[in-house]
C-alpha cells in the first residue's frame, strides 16, 4: 500500500514536470497565429512614385528674337531701340530728330527775340530825339538798325515822302493827307511781312506737338502687334519673354510725347512774343504817322 502511494505521487510529479516543460513551445505556438492575422491586416508599403518630369519651358533666349526683345541682359533705352523692329525703328529716329529740331528752334527764336528787343529798344530811343523827317530816315536806314521791323517801317514811311516830293507832289497844306495815307500803306505792307517773318518755324512746333504723340502710338502698335505674333509663335507666357519686345514698343511712344510736350511749350510761347511784338509794332505805326504828320504840318 505504502509503495502504491509513492509510486502515484512519482508519477504525478514527473507528469507535472513534462506539463511545465511543454508550456513554452504551446505559447509559442498560440502567439504565432495571433501574429499572423496582424501582419495579414498591415498594408504594404506604398510604392515610391515617380512623377513625370515636365516639359522645361522655352528659353527666353531661343524665343526673345520671335517677340522683339533680347530675352537676355539688362533692358535699357538704348537696348530696346537696338532691338526694336525696322518700323519702330523709323518712327523713333524721326521722333529724335523731330525733337531735336524743335530744341534748336527754341534756342534760335530765343536768341533772335533778345536780339530784336534789344535792337528794338535803341532804335526807339534814338527815333524819338529825331525833329525832322530827312533825321527820321537818317536813323531808319542806318545800319546799326538793319533788318529791325520798327526801323524798316520808318524807312518805308519817310521814303514814300521822300519820293512824293521828288515826284513834285505837294506833301502839305490839302495834298498832306494823301501823302499820309501812302506812307500808312507803305507801313503795313512792311507789318504784313513782319507777321511771316516773326512766326518762321512755328508751323512745324505745331505740326511736331499734334502729330508727335500719334506717331509714337503708331510705333506702339506696330511693336506691339509684333510682339503678340512673336508670342503666338513661341508658345509661351513667360514674362521675362514678352516684357522686353512690349517695353521697346511703349518706348515710341514714350519718344513721342518727348518730342511733342517741348514743342507746344516752345509754341505757345513764341505766339505770345510774336503777338507781343505785334503790339508793339502797332503802337509803334502809330507813332510814326504822327511824328511824319506833324513834321508835314510844320512844312519840313
Do not use: C
Not at 58 to 76: F, K, L, M, W, Y
Not at 98 to 124: Q, V
Not at 175 to 188: F, P
Not at 216 to 230: A, D, Q
Amino acid at each position: 500500500m505504502l509503495i502504491s502511494n509513492k509510486t502515484n505521487t512519482f508519477l504525478a510529479l514527473a507528469g507535472a514536470a513534462v506539463l511545465m516543460a511543454s508550456t513554452p513551445v504551446l505559447a509559442q505556438d498560440a502567439a504565432a497565429p495571433a501574429a499572423a492575422p496582424a501582419a495579414a491586416t498591415a498594408p504594404a508599403a506604398a510604392p515610391v512614385a515617380t512623377l513625370p518630369t515636365p516639359a522645361a519651358e522655352a528659353d527666353p533666349e531661343s524665343v526673345g528674337d520671335a517677340v522683339g526683345g533680347s530675352g537676355h541682359g539688362d533692358i535699357t533705352p538704348i537696348s530696346m531701340f537696338m532691338e526694336a523692329g525696322v518700323v519702330v525703328k523709323i518712327v523713333m529716329i524721326g521722333l529724335i530728330l523731330a525733337s531735336i529740331f524743335s530744341w534748336t528752334l527754341l534756342i534760335i527764336k530765343l536768341l533772335e527775340f533778345g536780339g530784336l528787343n534789344r535792337k528794338t529798344d535803341r532804335f526807339l530811343e534814338e527815333f524819338r530825339g529825331t525833329r525832322t523827317i530827312a533825321d527820321m530816315r537818317r536813323v531808319a536806314t542806318s545800319d546799326e538798325f538793319d533788318g529791325n521791323p520798327l526801323a524798316d517801317m520808318a524807312a518805308a514811311a519817310t521814303e514814300e515822302v521822300e519820293l512824293s516830293r521828288q515826284a513834285g507832289l505837294s506833301v502839305t497844306g490839302e495834298h498832306r493827307d494823301s501823302a499820309l495815307g501812302r506812307a500808312q500803306q507803305a507801313v503795313a505792307a512792311v507789318q504784313a511781312g513782319l507777321a511771316a517773318r516773326l512766326s518762321g518755324g512755328q508751323q512745324f512746333l505745331a505740326s511736331t506737338g499734334s502729330t508727335g504723340p500719334f506717331v509714337g502710338l503708331f510705333g506702339t502698335v506696330y511693336g506691339i502687334m509684333n510682339s503678340f505674333i512673336g508670342i503666338a509663335q513661341s508658345n509661351t507666357t513667360n514674362l521675362a519673354v514678352v516684357a522686353p519686345g512690349i517695353a521697346e514698343a511703349l518706348l515710341a511712344t514714350g519718344i513721342g510725347l518727348f518730342a511733342a510736350i517741348p514743342a507746344v511749350i516752345f509754341y505757345n510761347y513764341f505766339n505770345t512774343r510774336i503777338s507781343a511784338y505785334g503790339t508793339r509794332s502797332d503802337g509803334f505805326n502809330a507813332e510814326l504817322i504822327n511824328a511824319i504828320s506833324r513834321q508835314l504840318d510844320k512844312g519840313a
